[in-house]
Every structure is written in C-alpha cells, then in structure tokens.
Nanobody
Framework: VQLQASGGGLVQAGGSLRLSCAAS????????VGWFRQAPGKDREMVAA????????YYVESVKGRFTISRDNAKNTVYLQMHSLKPEDTAVYYC????????????????WGKGTQVTVSS
C-alpha cells in the first residue's frame, strides 16, 4: 500500500482544513488508517484513526469535537476534516495504514505516507 497525504497549508486560528490520504493498492480497504502529527521537537502522535470499514473511529482528547476522520474505500481515500484549528495544531501530518485496530503508536503502523504541513497562525 502506498499512501500520499495532501491538503495542508497555512490557516488562521479558528479556521478549517481538510486533509486527504490517497492510497494505491487493491488491499487498502483491509487496513485501518490513522492520522498522526509531529511538531518540532515532539514525538509523532496519533490524532485520529478509522477502521477498515469506517464503523469505528478514535480521536486523541485534544482534537475531539474539532476533527473528523472518514474514508471512502471506493476512492481509496481517507479524510481528516479539521475545524476550529489552534496554533498548537501546527505540525506535519501523516497518514498511516495498519492491520487490526488496537495500535495507537507510530511503531504499530505498517505503511506511511509522506507528510503534509499544517500551520495555524494566531
């Protein structure tokens, strides 16, 4: 599975962005997908994840109520809709595919895409 994240950019605090993670490969629908972010000097953290069928989702506490993850398996794409962005959301965002559902750390991912920069100005 090859992944490509896109949709990042510069936005003012309170604004919105939608990230996309486009995948190649016929087996994409068999993987759960997570969105991670990494700010300078910080560890990469999972901010959201979705099961292969889209029936279950996970959000880190700091983004609950502001971010929504979704997927369209017919288009081999996972989305991260981000609202009410804050300066602390500034980071490089990555998507990753993994088997099962329980993994939440970067070491548990099977495939990674290149990141997309999100910068939120105050």
């Amino acid at each position: 599975v090859q992944l490509q994240a896109s949709g990042g950019g510069l936005v003012q605090a309170g604004g919105s962005l939608r990230l996309s993670c486009a995948a190649s490969g016929r087996t994409f629908s068999t993987y759960s997908v997570g969105w991670f972010r990494q700010a300078p000097g910080k560890d990469r953290e999972m901010v959201a994840a979705i099961t292969r069928g889209g029936g279950s989702t996970y959000y880190v506490e700091s983004v609950k109520g502001r971010f929504t993850i979704s997927r369209d398996n017919a288009k081999n794409t996972v989305y991260l809709q981000m609202h009410s962005l804050k300066p602390e959301d500034t980071a490089v965002y990555y998507c990753a595919a993994f088997t099962g559902w329980g993994a939440r750390s970067a070491s548990g991912m099977d495939y990674w895409g290149k990141g997309t920069q999100v910068t939120v100005s105050s």
